[in-house]
T-cell receptor, first 114, second 115 residues
Framework: AQSVTQLGSHVSVSEGALVLLRCNYS??????LFWYVQYPNQGLQLLLK??????LVKGINGFEAEFKKSETSFHLTKPSAHMSDAAEYFC????????????FGTGTKLQVIP | EAGVTQFPSHSVIEKGQTVTLRCDPI?????LYWYRRVMGKEIKFLLH????????ESGMPNNRFLAERTGGTYSTLKVQPAELEDSGVYFC?????????????FGNGTRLTVT
């Protein structure tokens, strides 16, 4: 079985500041890891994913995440927050070789302060 | 291409009533998934269709929930009778293939409120 823990249900950053959203996972098999974003009144949109290969993955809108097996982490970062980044972010995991039965974290709402 | 569409966007019903949610996946997507987010909690998997067949319905909460995908196109999720704890946002997603490299496309969700 796999699980995902997101630290902090709400995170506030100033515009232009570093964004760091934390995610730790638990999986008995090599995981595939994802970050999704949900803007108000919209569906979930894939930001980035890690399957195999390079552990630093880049996604849309300047976001990136690094898979650290030793720390079982997949934290999401962006060097400089923009007002348009205000949304809810979900870390997620699926088993490698499986279909898209996704296990999601509880979500982190990002507030960007002007 | 049109995205995944869900109808209605909001539904408010009384306890004991019946509600049917509909999902139209992206054309050509054989894989269709239902997920649910109860207020403040994580988004949880409900079930997975491949075409018209249920591949995995391990996440369905109980027998008050019935999902169908007749003809392998759109899907419906019926809750009968609805209970207070069924309130939440129901998401539908579709993908062309079943594997992890086939992107999931989510609809905007149906917000169900049971009073």
């Amino acid at each position: 079985a796999q699980s995902v823990t997101q630290l902090g249900s709400h995170v506030s950053v100033s515009e232009g500041a570093l964004v760091l959203l934390r995610c730790n996972y638990s999986s008995s098999v090599p995981p595939y890891l994802f970050w999704y974003v949900q803007y108000p009144n919209q569906g979930l949109q894939l930001l980035l994913k890690y399957t195999t290969g390079a552990t630093l993955v880049k996604g849309i809108n300047g976001f990136e995440a690094e898979f650290k097996k030793s720390e079982t982490s997949f934290h999401l970062t962006k060097p400089s927050a923009h007002m348009s980044d205000a949304a809810e972010y979900f870390c997620a995991v699926i088993r490698s070789g499986g279909y898209q039965k996704v296990t999601f974290g509880t979500g982190t709402k990002l507030q960007v302060i002007p | 291409e049109a995205g995944v569409t869900q109808f209605p966007s909001h539904s408010v019903i009384e306890k004991g009533q019946t509600v049917t949610l509909r999902c139209d996946p992206i054309s050509g997507h054989d894989n269709l998934y239902w997920y649910r987010r109860v207020m403040g909690k994580e988004i949880k998997f409900l079930l997975h269709f491949v075409k018209e067949s249920k591949q995995d319905e391990s996440g369905m909460p109980n027998n008050r929930f019935l999902a169908e995908r007749t003809g392998g196109t759109y899907s419906t999720l019926k809750v009968q009778p609805a209970e207070l704890e069924d309130s939440g946002v129901y998401f539908c997603a579709s993908s062309q293939l079943g594997g992890e490299n086939s992107p999931l496309h989510f609809g905007n969700g149906t917000r169900l409120t049971v009073t």
